[in-house]
């Protein structure tokens, strides 16, 4: 079982940047590949960025390439996402979550554990 808490949202203005923190408890938090989705009012959960377990495989989704980097530090337990360039547009609560599986998936559906998520409020 994997317990998941994120941290580090809030609201920015135009062309700022946050970094989000989820932490996780557990020993196997080591082997699971994690992930970043997103949520907007009024919109479905969308994925953002996942990494392998090691941090050797990355993936973004469009919008975030070039603008968001997701890493992990397995010492500590805790995958991070730095955002800059924030756009109104990504308003949304961003939701951390985990797998039982080495490799990344795009999809919600592959990941059992999930963070209560944390609000980011980006200002024009």
Do not use: H
């Not at 590949?33 to 090691?54: H, L, T, Y």
């Not at 997701?70 to 979550?97: F, G, H």
């Amino acid at each position: 079982q994997v317990q998941l808490v994120e941290s580090g949202g809030g609201l920015v203005q135009a062309g700022g940047s946050l970094r989000l923190s989820c932490a996780a408890s557990g020993r196997t938090f080591s082997s699971y590949a994690m992930g970043w989705f997103r949520q907007a009012p009024g919109k479905e959960r969308e994925f953002v960025s996942a990494i392998n377990w090691n941090g050797g495989g990355t993936y973004y989704a469009d919008f975030a390439k070039g603008r968001f980097t997701i890493s992990r530090d397995n010492a500590k337990n805790t995958v991070y996402l730095q955002m800059n360039s924030l756009k109104p547009e990504d308003t949304a609560v961003y939701y951390c979550a985990g797998r039982a599986f080495p490799v990344w998936s795009t999809s919600g559906s592959g990941y059992a554990y999930w963070g209560q998520g944390t609000r980011v409020t980006v200002s024009s």
